[in-house]
Every structure is written in structure tokens, then in C-alpha cells.
């Protein structure tokens, strides 16, 4: 038998330090970038001879409805550097909808300094200081507005790969939806937060929160963010999870676990451990529920008896999602 000298692992894959990609901005008369669209996004250092493409050349010029130019820009950025302009924001926010980085995996602090308040129409951005005056203007082109805010509805600039949304008002751009999402009519999906796989979205995901594959958010349901509130933990739903309709949750939750309708845990929440062992003077043990983030297989309820939060051991796989409605 003929000795083999053992060969060394090959390296892990270097994650990409940079991004880049070709552009079209919009900007108002008064020299302020409203957006940029960029129709592909790609990981890496920008290449020497990355010309922009034919197509987004022959889309500038003038609009004189909206008062806006439309110009071509190619931007390269450190994925983990702040944003530093207007079209670097909204290159990362486009790597986050493309499925490039994943939310939480991308610098965004001080965004919302580099995304102007725009007025959103049918036919692209306009400066909400110049909307009263080109407002005849635009009634007779047919040009409505439907938002005024720092960020743009997700389908204006990304159609997402097999995924559905009932109202595209409530998906900002920047979410990040895994093929097989499906977010219903009163679901909500932030900018830095989405799904892994294929998930059920009727409730509210907030910014930096992560859903996993198989997992559910029930109607009326909310995830807390970090945007407000001064709250630091960023939430993540396992695989197979279930937030319940009308439930909250402040934790992270775990693979296989439940979280029933109409309860709320925050970090703080008393939770009463059932099938463990007393306290030595024959209390219940209980915990902050902080103490089970992340925790596997576990069935948040609250008992209806005594209104206590109570927390029990799961076994096996958690929900399944309807096949037909994910395929």
C-alpha cells in the first residue's frame, strides 16, 4: 500500500472587501442626486475596462416634467466602509435586494444622511421643494405621486426571483427576499432585512431582522428593529419558525420554535421554564426570556389561567408552510 503524503485544505473563500457597479442618477435642478438605479450589481474590485453599458447611455438626458437630468455613474465602494454619497447607498442598497450580500453583512451606518426626502411618482423621483410648482405639469402628463420619503418602493428599481408581494407599498428597497417569499398584503419588509429561503410574510419585519427558510410571520405579527427605541439586538427567525398572528417578538427565535398568537416577548419578558426542575424552595424557575434567544424547539405561550409566559420544550420539526403557495 503506497503512502500518501496528506495535501493541506484548500483556503475558504476570501469574502469580497468591494462592490461596484454602473448606474443611472437622477438629480434635480439644484445639483441634488435623488436616486440611482443600478440595473446589475457585482462583488469584487471594479475592473479596468468596465465600460458603462450602451443601454444606460442612451437613457440620459433631460426630463422637463419632473425637472430632473438623468445621468450615467459608476461607483465603486468598501462594503465595509460607511456610505459616503448618495449612489454608494443605494449600490448597497441594491446589493442587498440583488441577494449579493445578506442584511447585517454590509456597512449602512449613516444611510439616512446620504438619502434625501423625495417625492415618489409613477414616473421616478422628484424634489418635494419644486412638486408644487411642476405640479400642472405633471397632472397633464398623467404623473402621480404616491410617497414622500428617503426610500424608494423595492420594485422600482429590483424585480426579486420568484417572489410574490401583494402590496408593493410595503416592501422598501434594500429588503433582501429569497426566492419562495411571499409577503401578503399587510406584510411590511424594512430596508437590511429579509429571508434566507422560502417564508410567509403577513406581519412586520423590521430593519436588521433575518427570517429563515420555512419560517412564518402571522398577520398583524411585529419584529423589533434597531432604528428607534434604542434596542441593540438584532432579531433573527430560524428554519421552520412560527411567529404567531397578532404576536411580538424582541428576541432572536430559534430553529423549530413557536412563538403563539397575540404574545409579546421582549428580552425582559419573565418566562416561567415548564418541565424544569423547581427552585429549592419549590417555585417554578423562571428566566428572562433573553436567556432563551436563539434557543431551539421551544414553545413560547401564555397560560390562560394564570397569565404568566411560559416556555416548554418542543419536539420535532416546527411548521410546515403551504407547498402550493412557495413552489
Known amino acids: 500500500m503506497t503512502e500518501t503524503t496528506p495535501q493541506p485544505a484548500p483556503p475558504a473563500t476570501a469574502r469580497p472587501t468591494h462592490a461596484w457597479g454602473h448606474g443611472l442618477a437622477t438629480i434635480a435642478a439644484d445639483g441634488t442626486v435623488l436616486d440611482t438605479w443600478f440595473p446589475a450589481t457585482f462583488l469584487g474590485a471594479l475592473p479596468a475596462d468596465a465600460a458603462v453599458p450602451a443601454e444606460l447611455s442612451d437613457a440620459a438626458g433631460d426630463d422637463p416634467r419632473r425637472d430632473v437630468r438623468i445621468e ?105 427576499l429569497a426566492p419562495g417569499t411571499t409577503v401578503m398584503h399587510e406584510g411590511f419588509v424594512n430596508f437590511n432585512a429579509g429571508t434566507l429561503g422560502d417564508a410567509m410574510i403577513e406581519g412586520r419585519v423590521s430593519q436588521g431582522v433575518v427570517v429563515g427558510d420555512g419560517t412564518d410571520i402571522g398577520g398583524g405579527a411585529s419584529i423589533m428593529g434597531t432604528l428607534s427605541g434604542g434596542g441593540t439586538h438584532r432579531v433573527r427567525l430560524g428554519a421552520r419558525a412560527l411567529l404567531g398572528a397578532n404576536a411580538g417578538l424582541g428576541i432572536s427565535l430559534g430553529d423549530d420554535s413557536v412563538v403563539e398568537a397575540g404574545l409579546y416577548v421582549t428580552a425582559g419578558t419573565k418566562v416561567v421554564l415548564v418541565g424544569a426542575a423547581p427552585n429549592p424552595d419549590g417555585t417554578p424557575r423562571t428566566v428572562k426570556a433573553a436567556e432563551l434567544s436563539d434557543a431551539p424547539n421551544i414553545l413560547f405561550r401564555r397560560n390562560s389561567l394564570t397569565g404568566a409566559v411560559e416556555a416548554l420544550q418542543r419536539k420535532g420539526e416546527g411548521i410546515q408552510l403551504n407547498t402550493a403557495l412557495h413552489a
Open 72 to 176: 450615467t455613474t459608476t461607483v465603486e465602494i468598501a462594503i465595509d466602509d460607511a456610505p459616503a454619497s448618495t449612489p454608494d447607498a443605494y449600490l448597497r442598497l441594491h446589493l442587498l435586494s440583488h441577494l449579493h450580500v445578506r442584511p447585517n453583512e454590509i456597512s449602512l451606518e449613516g444611510v439616512f444622511a446620504h438619502l434625501p426626502i423625495v417625492a415618489w411618482t409613477n414616473a421616478g423621483p422628484v424634489h418635494p421643494e419644486s412638486l408644487t410648482r411642476l405640479r400642472p405639469t405633471l397632472q397633464r402628463a398623467g404623473i402621480a405621486v404616491h410617497a414622500i420619503d428617503k426610500f424608494p418602493r423595492l420594485v422600482d428599481y429590483v424585480v426579486p426571483d420568484r417572489v410574490r408581494i401583494g402590496d408593493a407599498n410595503r416592501v422598501r428597497l434594500g429588503a433582501h
